[in-house]
């Protein structure tokens, strides 16, 4: 009766103390969703450093076409100079409108840039930055 015991235990210690073939479950337990929460760390990073493009080449092109001599198309062009200056970000559409705020002229230019990350497809964002116009 005595060897029963050790039979048992050394059993018991093959069956649930043997590591052999456990790596290939690892690396799908863990080793999957950290890459995921990589790349989603990625986008939302990419997503911010997009809306500092945006918003500087909208406040740019804001500027020169708040200027007394500045012209719509100087002011797409300045956007798109500031935009086209960083690879793999395109400029989709930079609009310039006027209007008033209190009596005040103003120019509008919304600027709106895609990029593409690690293959996810287009991620677009737009910012928009309003100048007061100079007195002509």
């Known amino acids: 009766m005595r060897n029963r015991p050790s039979t048992v235990r050394r059993l018991l210690r093959q069956t649930f103390h043997n590591d052999s073939g456990s790596a290939p479950l690892e690396f799908l337990a863990f080793g999957l969703p950290g890459v995921f929460i990589i790349l989603i760390a ?12 945006a918003y500087d080449a909208a406040a740019e092109a804001a500027w020169v076409a708040a200027l007394a001599d500045g012209t719509d198309q100087a002011a797409q062009d300045r956007g798109a100079r500031v935009v086209s200056a960083l690879s793999g970000v395109r400029a989709e559409s930079i609009s310039v409108s006027h209007g008033e705020i209190a009596g005040v002229a103003t120019s509008q230019v ?5 990029s593409n990350i690690l293959g996810f497809g287009a ?3 737009s910012q928009s930055v309003e100048a007061v116009d100079e007195t002509k």
């Open 42 to 53: 990625m986008q939302v990073v990419n997503s911010a450093y997009l809306g500092t493009v």
């Open 110 to 114: 919304t600027v709106r840039v895609t």
């Open 123 to 125: 991620f677009q964002v």
